[in-house]
């Protein structure tokens, strides 16, 4: 058995501090239209992600995050590997809901909660489309997230928030929402942060419930190396990082790199290609 990934506690439910993250598998690159074609072409079937989800469990990484209503193939895909390997996924929803302060708006929102709680989410973070319309800077309050909230526990889910915009885990902490866990944005480039790493920073660490950080590399902007050991040496042991991989061989890099950077160590890869191989540097 291979060494298993440290875990930690959210809502009372165990979770693998690394979660494997789903942009690279659904064709949200952050880059160019051709790169999220490409994604689309390498990952248009459930059983394509089967050996990098297999390649995450052998490691007991068995948390995985994803807008499942907008990817359905990665909701079949989590399905398959659960048939496939006999272990359970514990699925992180963030689900896209109406929060029109309206009948119809409110009919709206319970049925997506509802539609993530029958997929067999147990976590479900409100978009952070979503959640931001709600957010008031003048009263320091998320307007009607306890409504949202509530949908989320009666329907037998775990209640979090997907906060690109850090205001909302400082309001929502401030107000004593029924959040158990946070998604922040979070890495060492300031990639579509929206203030200053260092104000994140503080945030996170001053956050009372974890912290599921995602775009650690962002979206490749920086090498794993320098994107993983930076969110690992700046995050609480009791937080999480949201890795997006596009193979199996990416997700074996990653979650060697992170081992190391967790353990202090240097991480036990291959050097990169070069046409000049004799270069003393390059030599391992």
């Known amino acids: 058995m291979e060494k298993q990934f ?10 693998s501090r690394m979660i494997v993250g789903t942009n690279w598998v ?4 952050h880059r160019t239209p051709s790169a999220d074609n490409m994604i689309k072409a390498r990952y248009s079937r459930p059983d394509d992600m089967l050996p990098m989800l297999r390649t995450f469990l052998k490691y007991g990484i068995d948390t995985v ?3 499942y209503d907008q990817a359905p193939h990665i ?3 989590v399905q398959l590997a659960q048939e496939k390997t006999g272990h359970p996924l514990i699925m992180v929803d963030t ?9 119809d708006g409110r009919r709206d929102a319970e049925r997506a909660i509802k539609e993530s709680a029958k997929r067999g989410s147990k976590f479900c973070l409100i978009h952070h489309y979503s959640a931001e319309q709600l957010v008031c800077k003048r009263t320091r309050s998320i307007d009607r997230l306890d409504d949202y ?3 989320i526990r009666d329907a037998g889910m775990i209640p979090g928030l997907s906060a690109h915009m850090p205001e909302l885990v400082i309001y929502s902490d401030e107000n004593g929402y029924d959040v158990e866990t ?5 890495n060492c480039m300031g990639f579509l942060m929206q203030v200053e790493v260092e104000a994140v920073n503080s945030i996170i660490r001053a956050a009372k419930k974890p912290v599921m950080t995602i775009k650690s590399m962002a979206a490749g902007r920086t090498t794993p190396f320098v994107g993983l050991n930076f969110n690992w040496a700046t995050i609480r042991d009791c937080d999480m990082v949201t890795v997006g991989c596009f193979s199996e061989a990416e997700a074996e890099e990653d979650i060697e790199i992170s081992f190391a950077a967790l353990e202090r160590r240097a991480p036990d890869i291959a050097g990169r290609a070069s046409p000049a191989k004799d270069q003393a540097v390059l030599k391992k």
């Open 75 to 77: 909701y079949e895909a």
């Open 95 to 103: 689900p896209i809901v109406n929060v029109e302060d309206t009948a």
């Open 6 to 15: 440290p875990r930690t506690n959210v809502g009372g439910v165990s979770l």
């Open 65 to 67: 995050m994803a807008p």
């Open 26 to 29: 659904a064709g949200y690159s």
């Open 182 to 186: 946070y998604i922040q944005i979070y």
């Open 149 to 151: 909230t509530k949908m």
